[in-house]
């Protein structure tokens, strides 16, 4: 039962918030496109609920020269591919709002583990076993509020596994309400 209500929440709180959302969206697209070449957007292939890939939609943050598909944590030196509105967007998750569009097609939850990238085989093997790829993937998420990039794989993996486990209405408001704290105070975010 809970699934259908989620779904319908996830719509519901993307429209009530849309005159918030959108006019935030279109002055970081103007801020994207004027300080750095290369499009607005950055798409990844990204694992969703019981691994099926889609398009996952971010704001640039990223010089067009980066190396494809490489974590930026993997990368020799982040600092020379963040650019200076990216790093911004980045601290305080903005690049995260096209993610929104994802919630809205249905790739998405607002709430639920973040989407693994297509070639991180040792979070989806985690997961796995912890029943966590079976729930919706997530804006935001039980690991994301417990320490985000700052928190070693299997930590990530357990608080994906316990978010399976306790997923629920009263669980994902609680969630919700802690991430936009997190987002304010920029912590467990790491910008490079």
Not at 132 to 152: C, F, H, M, W, Y
Not at 169 to 178: E, H, R, Y
């Amino acid at each position: 039962m809970y699934p259908f209500i989620k779904r319908g929440m996830d719509i519901f709180f993307v429209i009530l918030f849309l005159p918030l959302w959108l006019p935030v969206m279109v002055v970081l697209a103007v801020l994207v496109t004027t300080t750095s070449r290369g499009g607005i957007f950055f798409k990844q292939q990204r694992f969703g609920k019981n691994q099926r890939l889609f398009s996952i939609y971010k704001f640039r943050s990223m010089k067009i020269n980066t190396p494809k598909d490489v974590p930026t944590d993997q990368l020799a030196n982040p600092q020379q591919y963040i650019t200076k509105v990216g790093r911004v967007l980045r601290k305080l998750s903005l690049d995260e709002l096209p993610q929104l569009i994802n919630i809205l097609k249905g790739d998405m939850s607002l709430v639920g583990p973040r989407p693994a990238l297509y070639n991180q085989l040792d979070l989806i093997a985690l997961r796995e076993k912890n029943g966590s790829n079976a729930v919706p993937v997530g804006l935001t998420g039980l690991a994301q509020i417990k320490g985000r990039d700052e928190l070693p794989l299997e930590e990530k993996a357990a608080y994906d596994g316990e978010y399976a486990r306790r997923m629920g209405f009263l669980f994902d408001i609680k969630i919700l309400l802690a991430t936009v704290f997190k987002a304010i105070s920029g912590s467990g975010v790491k910008v490079n």
